[in-house]
């Protein structure tokens, strides 16, 4: 079983970063593929960038790419979301989950395991 527990979400201006993370409990954090996922209010929850057990493989979803890096550190257990360019439209709760399939599904049923969600706010 594997616990997450998601940090730095906060609120930020327009053209601002923020730097999500994750923290996995458990040994065998390196087996299992990571996705950040993200719910605004009235909205289904959507996959914003998915990563595979070794970190050789990403997915961005097209309303992010080329301003969000997720990133992994598997000796640390950690999984990370750069944002840089926020937009008001990024303002979400943001989500991470494991997955024990090895690399990074797009849809959110497929995932075993879900933090508790950190807020991310974007003033305009």
């Known amino acids: 079983q594997v616990q997450l527990v998601e940090s730095g979400g906060g609120l930020v201006q327009a053209g601002g970063s923020l730097r999500l993370s994750c923290a996995a409990s458990?040994?065998?954090?390196?087996?299992?593929?990571m996705g950040w996922f993200r719910q605004a209010p009235g909205k289904e929850r959507e996959s914003v960038a998915t990563?595979?057990?070794?970190?050789?493989?990403?997915y961005y979803a097209d309303s992010v790419k080329g301003r969000f890096t997720i990133s992994r550190d598997n000796a640390r257990n950690t999984v990370s979301l750069q944002m840089n360019s926020l937009k008001p439209e990024d303002t979400a709760v943001y989500y991470c989950?494991?997955?024990?399939?090895?690399?990074?599904?797009?849809?959110?049923?497929?995932?075993?395991?879900w933090g508790q969600g950190t807020q991310v706010t974007v003033s305009s």
């Open positions: 458990g040994r065998t954090f390196s087996s299992y593929a």
């Open positions: 990563i595979s057990w070794s970190g050789g493989i990403t």
């Open positions: 989950a494991a997955t024990t399939r090895r690399y990074g599904p797009l849809n959110a049923l497929d995932y075993d395991y």
